[in-house]
């Protein structure tokens, strides 16, 4: 049984008489749901309007050139009805998803049209969009300043320190060239304040341009009450506590370091956020995982006079990228490490006052490991991330978390409550940066 259904202009923040600048169909074009109908543009932003059935176009009711505003006729799409069992089967589905608690009678200490969790670099290009195109929004995050982990505590303040060790090696390597100079002197207070002078610069030019969009920032964790409203524990007053109720929401909440169970409390055991404080400069420093990150942290503190010992489960280094281009890395920095021990695994820490006592155990029973501890004078936990997904109450939403944590997303980052959107870390691999914004962007138009 066929239909026609009406596609008209959804609610596209506080514009009218946009321009229509592309036409993406014809007369008589089958489409599925979410391919791009026309392409329209404010003074702001150019925008795709999806098509929100399957079927088959059968009048277009605008042109290029015309201006639209909500409720605007675009098209009329034949389509055809489910039937009985397909009908019975989408319930079905539907039932896997939590049902989201009903709209909680509260009073909100403040209103918005967005809320996006999360200000690393997908959250904050979200909210910076979702204002541009005229939404009232509202920006959650746990740090003091904009830019997440990246900014803080992760991409922004390792690049630092990797620019200095990179100059320091390469001025020394120009003794092959008849200039010598001599060993470096390391002064780590002022290289802890030339790292945090970038990610101040970097974070405070973020907070200038939330500012210029009228961005509100909420300092504190955020956590669902129902599927309107958010409950902020304010970082700055503890236990003072904030709700918002939002329209809309995008999560950028992002990812957490694993931490290894069976590692003790000791400051000398630290993850990438706390090697980023450097604190002092081991001897001899163990690195569990043999990643990007735990690589990147190895070749920093290798630069700066340590000692380097790599325990990977797997059997090679950095399993993401090209393996030919990995073995080029591991050819110029092999001088770097004492030993890199591939299937093996880290299975015991004992602390003690000289150092920390590490024992080692074979994977597949053929490799060969240290038979007695090795001592350390810092460890480092690189084992990879954790999504945020279950710190959220996200299952108070209606949001769908799976059992790892991550939350399954459509093309257009809708979650399973069709109001709230997830970008960034928490939705899956690869956990980058770039593909952050990217959804940011995708999830805000």
Known sequence: MNKIVEVRVPDIGNFKDVSVIEICVKTGDAVKAEDPLLTMESDKASIDMPTPVEGVVRELKTRVGDRISKGTLIALIETSLPSAAEQSAAQDVRLVSPSPAATLDVAADIECGMLVLGAGPGGYSAAFRSADLGLKTVLVERYSTLGGVCLNVGCIPSKALLHVTSAMEEALRLVDCGTSFSPPQIDLDKLRAHKNRIVAKLTGGLAGMAKARKVEIVRGYGRFLDAHHMEVELAENGGVKKIIRFDQCIIAAGSSPVSLPFLPADPRIVDSTGALELRFIP????????????????????????????????????????????????????????????????????????????????????????????????????????????????????????????????????????????????????????KAVHEGHVAAE
């Not at 399993?319 to 890199?340: L, Q």
């Not at 959107?421 to 690869?430: L, V």
């Open 283 to 434: 001897q001899k420093m163990l690195v569990i995982g043999g990643g990007i990150i735990g690589l990147e942290m190895a070749s920093i503190y290798s630069a700066l006079g340590a000692r380097i010992d790599i325990v990977e489960m797997l059997d090679g280094l950095m399993p993401g990228p090209d393996r030919d281009a990995v073995k080029i890395w591991e050819k110029r920095n092999s001088g770097r490490f004492d030993n890199v021990m591939l299937k093996t695994k880290t299975v015991s820490v004992d602390t003690r006052g000289d150092g920390l006592y590490a024992r080692f155990e074979s994977v597949d029973s053929a490799t060969e490991v240290p038979s007695e501890p090795v001592r350390y004078d810092m460890i480092l936990q690189s084992a990879g991330r954790a999504p945020n997904g279950r710190k959220i109450n996200a299952e108070k939403a209606g949001v769908v978390v799976d059992e790892r944590g991550f939350i399954p997303v459509d093309i257009q980052r809708r979650t399973s409550a069709p109001h709230i959107f997830a970008i960034g870390d928490i939705t899956g691999n690869p956990m980058l940066a770039h």
